[in-house]
């Protein structure tokens, strides 16, 4: 089974830009769907952003459309998250996760997760 591990947390003023990476363990990474999730201490974890193994679909959650670009580069075996216009409330652990192509728009389907990374977003 893929392995995921997160990087490139941090602390950011409101208003700034941050990007995530999340990079895989087997060259069978493009045949997953992968998602960038996050959870806020006593909130149930959030799917924000999903892209199909070939990059041909990519969903976003509202809270997020216009700000977060989500992509992937199969050839590195490399899922990156462009978060940008941060505000207080993206403050949380972000994971990422994989999931089948047919499951993509469903957080239970995503059955591989990394360890998480944390974004802090200051006033």
Same mark, same amino acid.
């Given at each position: 089974?893929?392995?995921?591990?997160?990087?490139? +947390?941090?602390?950011v =003023? %409101?208003? !700034?830009?941050? #990007?995530?990476?999340? &990079? @895989?363990?087997?060259?069978?990474?493009?045949?997953?769907?992968? +998602?960038?999730?996050? =959870? %806020?201490? !006593?909130?149930? #974890?959030?799917?924000? &952003? @999903?892209?199909?193994?070939?990059?041909?679909?990519?969903?976003?959650?509202?809270?997020?459309?216009?700000?977060?670009?989500?992509?992937?580069?199969? &050839?590195?075996?490399i899922?990156?998250?462009?978060?940008?216009?941060?505000?207080?409330?993206?403050?949380?652990?972000?994971?990422?996760?994989?999931?089948?192509?047919?499951?993509?728009?469903d957080?239970k389907a995503?059955?591989t997760?990394?360890?998480?990374?944390q974004?802090?977003?200051?006033p």
């Amino acid at each position: 089974q893929v392995q995921l591990a997160e990087s490139g +947390g941090g602390l950011v =003023q %409101a208003g !700034g830009s941050l #990007r995530l990476s999340c &990079a @895989a363990s087997e060259r069978t990474f493009s045949t997953y769907a992968m +998602g960038w999730f996050r =959870q %806020a201490p !006593g909130k149930e #974890r959030e799917l924000l &952003a @999903a892209i199909s193994g070939n990059s041909k679909i990519i969903l976003y959650a509202n809270s997020v459309k216009g700000r977060f670009t989500i992509s992937r580069d199969n &050839a590195e075996n490399i899922l990156n998250l462009q978060m940008s216009s941060l505000k207080p409330e993206d403050t949380a652990v972000y994971y990422c996760a994989a999931a089948p192509n047919s499951g993509l728009n469903d957080p239970k389907a995503y059955h591989t997760w990394g360890q998480g990374t944390q974004v802090t977003v200051s006033p």
